[in-house]
């Protein structure tokens, strides 16, 4: 039972079947022979066989690299399955010792927590997490300008602004006389109001004020 060692392979507890074979008195090509059977029936059946065995390498006495599986808790409990008398019992006695043993390790390794501190951490992430996503908010706010019906409002607001302006006589026609000079000067004060070089390039999320900014609007000029 204590050739077997559980190890740590890309994160997944396994077990070499160079030692297997060795534990149950088989011989490694055997052993190989029967697991790559197991491996065509589960490919057949459409599961994965990764979950149970991994191929891959090992150095012999020579020091050469010679083929063989790693054998997942899954994979030692197909192997044990087709076995029986007293080498399979033993087999599975210590394959499941080991990979106990391995998984309390790891379990000692991760440091404890009181019940308090488990909310304290995930306080802590969901903040983080909130503080991510304000900023993604306001990296889309301020890149984003106004869409193409959001402009089109936009410009019938304006329209709308100087006919009612340029009707009820607000305007002084002895200086804006005529009504591309009053579309051009609130074109111009919406552009300084909002810092751009067109209206069309105002921000998304200052639509709605500039629109509130238009209705109010008046020329300096009057």
Not at 137 to 163: C, H, I, P, S, W
């Amino acid at each position: 039972m204590g050739n077997l060692q559980v190890v740590n392979h890309n994160g997944v507890n396994v077990i070499s079947s160079v030692e297997v074979a060795a534990m149950v008195g088989r011989d490694h090509s055997d052993l190989m022979k029967s697991i790559r059977k197991y491996t065509e029936t589960l490919h057949s059946a459409n599961l994965p066989s990764e979950t149970f065995f991994l191929p891959s390498e090992y150095q012999n006495s020579r020091n050469q690299k010679q083929p063989c599986f790693l054998l997942t808790k899954k994979g030692c409990d197909m192997v044990a399955n087709k076995m029986t008398g007293e080498k399979g019992i033993l087999f599975t006695a210590a394959y499941v010792d080991k990979f106990h043993e391995m998984e309390k390790v790891v379990t000692q390794q991760l440091p404890q927590m009181t019940p308090l501190q488990m909310i304290h951490t995930m306080t802590d992430e969901m903040i983080k997490q909130d503080k991510r996503l304000e900023s993604l908010e306001d990296k889309v706010n301020n890149q984003l300008t106004l869409d193409f019906g959001q402009q089109r409002m936009v410009q019938n607001a304006k329209n709308k602004r100087v006919y009612q302006l340029w009707n009820n006589g607000t305007i002084n026609q002895d200086i804006l006389d005529t009504l591309p000079k009053v579309h051009a000067a609130i074109g111009r004060d919406l552009k300084n109001a909002f810092a751009v070089n067109s209206f069309r390039d105002i921000r998304k999320h200052e639509y709605e004020e500039a629109i509130n900014y238009i209705n109010a609007w008046r020329p300096s000029l009057v």
